[in-house]
């Protein structure tokens, strides 16, 4: 599998934006779900998606503040999901399924970032249940609609925070040495094995898996808990507060940053292959060199993906925990 990460010649940069990926795709008569696609990165992904034709439904918590967010965009809809209910999850899954339309892509868009220790219901950290579990529970309830597609994407936003570590697999919850920052980045390699591994299950369905790092786009509104000299030290941004948009060395718009998701869901470069990370609208390389970089301490620098996340291994370990885990 790790074999698979070896970039395409895409003709894409860190540069393009989600317009420029679409830029003379059809996407009429496909349908679309984007998690949280109402906010920050999700919303321009639907806001682009939409305007190349796609039907998307919006997924969110809070449906009238997403029906005001993407007010005036066409071919879009919302319905409520919240990641940390099971049973909102179901619902969702549910109400989709009995509408008879097949799903094209699943962009697993949503999630949280650093912060205090949260925890669901289940007593599980949150992190790991919103941005991984519930994403993994939301995605095998709609299986028989992206089997209808005859020919899907499961689309996970991950992140290069998956350099910060791998799964905890003694203590995914973190009973002790909770720092938020390491649950987010075991979130994040969450997303990319569990692409990994869909994408060697379901790919006999015509089902293809995808997990991405979009970049670091000021002003989406993840990350709450990071202090502003925290993004200083790590040159998102200025000694004024504004943005440092630097596309090569990861500080995007928010435009830019939407740009490789948009690549993962449409991009027929993909036709043939599936189960690998995606970084600037492409293949990103596998990089043995990668170390974790203390976060809001020192400059962010994303070379490509960690061995850990797209080890084959970990990836059916890690699905055969997260099915225990939801059931």
């Known amino acids: 599998m790790t074999d698979l990460q070896r970039p395409l010649g895409s003709g894409f940069t860190a540069a393009s934006t989600a317009d420029d990926v679409l830029r ?5 008569g496909k349908n679309i779900i984007v998690t949280a696609g109402h906010v920050g990165l999700g919303l321009e992904t639907t806001r ?3 305007k190349a034709g796609a039907a998307v439904t919006v997924a969110a918590r809070n449906p009238d503040r997403a029906a005001a967010a993407v007010d005036g965009l066409t071919h ?12 909102s999850i179901d619902a969702f899954a ?3 399924l009995a509408s008879g339309r097949p799903l094209h892509v699943l962009l697993n868009n949503a999630g949280i ?10 007593g599980y950290e949150a992190q790991f249940a919103t941005n991984h579990l519930g994403h993994f529970q ?9 089997q209808a597609a005859n020919g899907a994407r499961v689309v996970n936003v991950s992140s290069g925070g998956h350099m910060l570590t ?4 003694d203590d995914p919850h973190f009973t002790t040495g909770y720092d938020g ?3 987010y980045g075991q979130s994040k390699t969450a997303n990319i094995l569990f692409a990994v591994e869909l994408d060697r299950r379901w790919r006999g369905d015509g089902i293809r898996g995808y997990a991405l790092h979009p970049g670091v786009a000021y002003g989406t509104q993840l990350g709450p808990s990071i202090t502003e000299d925290e993004l200083r030290a790590m040159g998102v941004i200025d000694n004024d507060g504004n943005a440092i948009i630097d596309p090569d060395r990861e500080f995007k718009t928010i435009q830019q940053a939407a740009s490789t998701s948009v690549f993962a869901a449409t991009s027929p470069l993909l036709d043939d292959i599936g189960g690998v990370y995606l970084k600037d609208n492409d293949v990103a390389p596998l990089d043995h060199s990668s170390q974790p970089f203390d976060w809001g301490v020192e400059p962010i620098e994303m070379k490509g993906v960690a061995p850990h996340a797209v080890n084959p291994e970990s990836a059916r370990r890690l699905w055969e925990l997260s099915e225990r885990l939801i059931a």
């Open 48 to 50: 682009a998606l939409s």
């Open 138 to 146: 939301l995605t095998l309830r709609l299986l028989p609609a992206l």
């Open 113 to 122: 970032m650093g912060g205090d220790l949260v925890r669901d219901a289940r």
């Open 94 to 96: 549910g109400r989709y």
């Open 166 to 169: 791998d799964i905890r697999w």
């Open 181 to 183: 920052m390491l649950g």
């Open 76 to 87: 879009v809809d919302v319905d409520q999901l919240d990641l940390l209910d099971p049973e």
């Open 24 to 28: 003379g795709l059809d996407l009429s």
